[in-house]
């Protein structure tokens, strides 16, 4: 049965600070997603990884996949109160999506 | 930019009443998958949708569920007969089959309320 595990569930850091979620998964995966989610609002795709070793960046944000270990993670660089909202991860497997508990992430000015 | 549009943005329902929910997914895009979420809690995968039939589907997604595809543009979830429990924000999303673009697009969601 396919899990994930997202962690921390919740982060409160300060502008200007760094930071890395992690995502822990329990089995292959096809497609591994990172979304940002403010409250009220829908999913905002913000990567897709595919295979191991892969890494992607946009902004202040980086994804990377180690598929041995079955593990992502997001990492945010000097923080800005912007990226305040909720990042799930989620992992796909033969087009079956499970979504971590989501790290509500909030930044202080 | 095309997008995934829902309707209707907002349903109340009495339990034991049928829902309909409406999807368009973007024109090009083949994989077509429902969501829902509860207040607060994480995203729960229903059902995905490729070639006008059930790929996968979650263990929520039992008999009181089915989805289709009626036309060339939208993909519903119909609710037979809603619980109280089936109060949530469904979301539907869609993606394309080209390799590479493996991006899924979500929709606005539907915030549905059983009393």
């Known amino acids: 049965e396919l899990k994930v595990e997202q962690n921390p569930l919740f982060l409160s850091m300060q502008e200007g600070k760094n930071y890395t979620i992690y995502c822990n998964y329990s089995t292959t995966s096809d497609r591994l997603y990172w979304y940002r989610q403010d409250p009220g609002k829908s999913l905002e795709s913000l990567f897709v990884?595919?295979?191991?070793?892969a890494v992607k960046q946009e902004g202040r944000l980086m994804a990377s996949l180690d598929t041995k270990a079955r593990l992502s993670t997001l990492h945010i660089t000097a923080a800005v109160h912007d990226l305040s909202a909720t990042y799930f991860c989620?992992?796909?497997?033969?087009?079956?999506?499970?979504f971590g508990k989501g790290t509500r992430l909030h930044i202080l000015p | 930019e095309p997008e995934v549009t829902q309707t209707p943005s907002h349903q109340v329902t009495q339990m034991g009443q049928e829902v309909i929910l409406r999807c368009v997914p973007i024109?090009?895009?083949?994989?077509f998958y429902w969501y829902r979420q509860i207040l607060g809690q994480k995203v729960e995968f229903l059902v995905s949708?490729?070639?006008?039939?059930?790929?996968?589907k979650s263990e929520i997604f039992d008999d009181q569920f089915s989805v289709e595809r009626p036309d060339g543009s939208n993909f519903t979830l119909k609710i037979r007969s809603t619980k109280l429990e089936d109060s949530a924000m469904y979301f539907c999303?869609?993606?394309?089959?080209?390799?590479?673009?493996?991006?899924?697009?979500f929709g606005p969601g539907t915030r549905l309320l059983v009393l």
């Open positions: 999303a869609s993606r394309t089959i080209l390799a590479g673009q493996e991006t899924q697009y």
């Open positions: 949708f490729y070639n006008n039939e059930i790929s996968e």
């Open positions: 024109s090009n895009h083949l994989y």
């Open positions: 989620a992992v796909d497997r033969d087009d079956k999506i499970i």
């Open positions: 990884l595919l295979s191991n070793g």
